[in-house]
């Protein structure tokens, strides 16, 4: 967010710089003429809608170049806006378009530059041959404890290769995607300061997927169990290398405080992403429902003539508001190394699903019996925005999160 000619230095703007407003616009046009016009066919086969990624690859918008691009812009806040856009268009084909991201990001912050180079490229292809990656951390057993993870990962001294046996749940283009990082244990005993992630390269043997899941929601959206059984990969897989794991575990076992837990530090950084998920899909459904009340005439005035409705419509206005500028700070916090002291990235997405579910349930309110139906895209973005007080830490543990860091107290 830069200074303009004609705005003084003050030292804090909310104004986005023309490269943001450029790339909000971008995603917009996509959002609206590509993913919207596709979102209830690909909601009802329950697929990954391959033809919108294509496309998406086509113009640079499913590529490693988009999302480095936007990661590392210096506001902090190219990832929210363009995520809200895409979201906007529709949450399931938008998870599609960005679920390649949560791996890679876990490869940024885990791995080495090296890692970075090698494995990030091999996520996302090209646009003639798309690839996809999946980040693999939740298990039937270990959930929003993600101390509890059984996969265990054993060093073959022999060979230089980590073996790798367990089975991931939940995972985003799991079994479908070319480059899986998964989160395993190590050393059991020491929790998930005892874990490390690792990447299983294309076509390596002994992956493979389980049940794919039917869902609520994010139906265009890919959720699947991968199972790993005798995963071998190269000691060049664990992220971070050997050095820095053994540093790390040999603190964990003094009982010293360690910087490295993997997969919380994943969750950490794409927080804020996953609060302006939630705000793209809310101001979808609060635009629709705002459009519908001014136009539907009942009892001979249009229905956001009534205050009951003008009112929720205020309300969702505000909320979303609301949402989308703590989403903002918190990504601007990340970017800008800031100490999360208030937890403040968990703040973000908290509110920002929270928000979504009201809103899109409201918005099924608002227009009566047709926002009831599958005529009407309002429904689907109820059932989507669900999932934002669920993945990434459920709503629950955003407030455990919340609550330690405000209290200073073990709150359980
Ligand atoms: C569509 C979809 C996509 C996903 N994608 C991925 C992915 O790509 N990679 C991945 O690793 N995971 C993924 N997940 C998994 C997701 O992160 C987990 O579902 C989530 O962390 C919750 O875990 P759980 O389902 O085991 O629920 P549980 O942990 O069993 O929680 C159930 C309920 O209990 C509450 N609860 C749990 N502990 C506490 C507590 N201490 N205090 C109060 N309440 C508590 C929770 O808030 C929740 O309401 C995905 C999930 C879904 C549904």
Redesign the pocket.
Known sequence: MSETADSPATGFSLELDEDIRDVRDWAHGFARDVIRPAAAEWDEREETPWPVLKEAAKIGLYSLDFFANQWLEPSGVGIPVAFEELYWGDPGIALSIT?TA?AAVAVAGNGTQEQLFEWTPQMFGSPDDIKLG?????EPD????VSAIRTRAVYDEATDEWVLNGT???????GIADVHVV?ASVEPELGSRGQASFVVPPGTPGLSQGQK?A?HG?RA?H?AEVVLDDVRVPGRCLLGGKERLDERLARAREGRSSKGQAAMKTFEASRPSVGAMAVGCARAAYEYARDYTVQREQFGKPLAENQAVAFTLADMATRIDAARLLVWRAAWMARNDKEFAQAEGSMSKLFASETAAWVTQNAIRLLGGNGYTREYPVERWHRDAT?FT????????QR?IIGRAVTGLPV?
């Open positions: 679920g949560l999946a980040f693999c951390s939740s270990a959930g929003s404890d991931k749940t939940w995972a985003t283009n799991g989160v899941f869902k994010i959206s959720t999932i669920i993945f990434e830490g459920a709503s629950e543990i455990l359980r």
